[in-house]
């Protein structure tokens, strides 16, 4: 393939677009599909030029935007999108617009999307794990992990047009191997045979591709006609981990770093040093946090390390800065995202919902060698 025409579905902030642009890979992102605004904009924000598109009037903005459903929060739908104000609808037009978003994987039909080689679906979590109470993502569920089969609704539609993708790649949480998500889960691999895709699954964490996260996810590399043959290859990518300094910002006579610190600060209350007891890091050349989530602020989160701030002699969480690094993501792309102005949580949101870049890249690398 002279070059890999890509679907990013369930796309957030773009770490699939982000990989194979490190991997050196001739690749174009011909369709993107997501419903959460933040992220549409953050995407927008990382992966696209700044060149300027003709934005019609406010009312044609708002004609264009209302073919889609948007969340403010990538829960429920956003009712109406006016209560956004001006700016912020016409950010989010130039943002869907760049991002070639079909919207919510609800409504893209086959007919919606351009030719492609590569399908890549990183469906929703929450159900599959313990914190969401293994509500699952059974067939007709009507959960939000239950969203995988919107894909497969797609994937028949494109077969029946002759247009199934060469590759798709799945991500998720490794629970979905769990005994309570097996069921569905082999449900799912049997329905892509039916279509002709020979499927290789594997669980891979970041801390072995250069990255101090301990990110255990579940992949699966599915090929149309033939064994993808991804796991063998990857044998000789994996990296000793990298210096946690390398990706702290712990330099507080640097302003920037330092208001970044004092937002990521925690006060001592009880709940809190209970989290810290669980949680603190001492830093040193052999430190890994444990998997960045949506909301840091809670027992089982990334790690925790001392910090004399305005809130007294405490600690602190990640700052949203870290969190991006340790995702993998640049100093730049970061910095283009916080121009957003969104809040901590926000921020982390986006960064805790998406994928350890490194580990992407080595499988994109082995997934279209010699291709």
């Known amino acids: 393939m002279s070059k890999i025409r890509v679907f990013e579905t369930f796309s957030g902030i773009g770490a699939q677009n982000k990989a194979l642009k490190n ?52 829960v429920k739908p956003y009712k109406d999108i006016t209560r956004l104000g001006k700016s912020e609808i016409e950010k989010l037009y130039i943002a869907n617009k760049r991002t070639k978003n079909l919207g919510s994987i609800t409504e893209i039909h086959a007919s919606d999307v351009p030719d492609h080689d590569l399908l890549t679906y990183s469906f929703p979590c929450q159900d599959l794990s313990t914190g969401g109470l293994t509500k699952g993502m059974k067939k007709g569920s009507g959960t939000r992990s239950g969203l995988l089969w919107e894909i497969e609704r797609i994937l028949n539609e494109l077969n029946e047009e002759g247009r199934l993708p060469k590759y798709l790649l ?48 579940c992949f699966m590399v599915s090929k149309l ?110 910095e283009n995202v916080k121009e957003l102005g969104l809040s901590y949580r926000k921020t982390i949101k986006l960064a805790g919902n998406s994928i350890v870049v490194p580990v992407l890249e080595a499988i994109f690398k082995a997934m279209f060698e010699g291709e």
């Open 23 to 74: 991997a050196n890979i001739d690749y174009e992102v011909v369709a993107t599909s997501d419903w959460f605004i933040n992220a549409i904009l953050a995407y927008d924000a990382i992966h696209c030029e700044r060149k300027s598109i003709k934005v019609p009037s406010y009312e044609k903005q708002l004609e264009y935007l209302n073919k889609f459903t948007f969340s403010n929060d990538s």
């Open 170 to 217: 799945m991500e998720n949480v490794k629970a979905i191997l769990a005994p309570s998500n097996e069921k569905d889960f082999k449900m799912w691999k049997k329905f892509l045979k039916s279509l002709g895709y020979e499927n290789e699954e594997m669980v891979l964490s970041g801390i072995y591709f250069g990255v101090p996260q301990d990110r255990a996810r």
């Open 225 to 334: 006609g033939e064994k993808p043959n991804v796991k063998s290859k990857l044998k000789g990518t994996l990296y000793p981990e990298k210096d946690i300094k390398k990706f702290l910002r712990t330099d507080y006579s640097n302003e920037v770093y330092k208001q970044e610190a004092d937002e990521a600060q925690l006060p001592r209350t009880e709940s809190r040093e209970r989290m810290w007891n669980t949680n603190k890091r001492d830093i040193n050349k052999l430190t890994y946090f444990n998997t960045i989530t949506c909301n840091m602020d809670r027992q089982n989160n990334a790690g925790m390390i001392l910090y004399d701030g305005p809130k007294g002699n405490s600690y602190r969480l990640l700052t949203t800065r870290e969190a991006f690094l340790l995702m993998g993501f640049s100093e730049k792309d970061y």
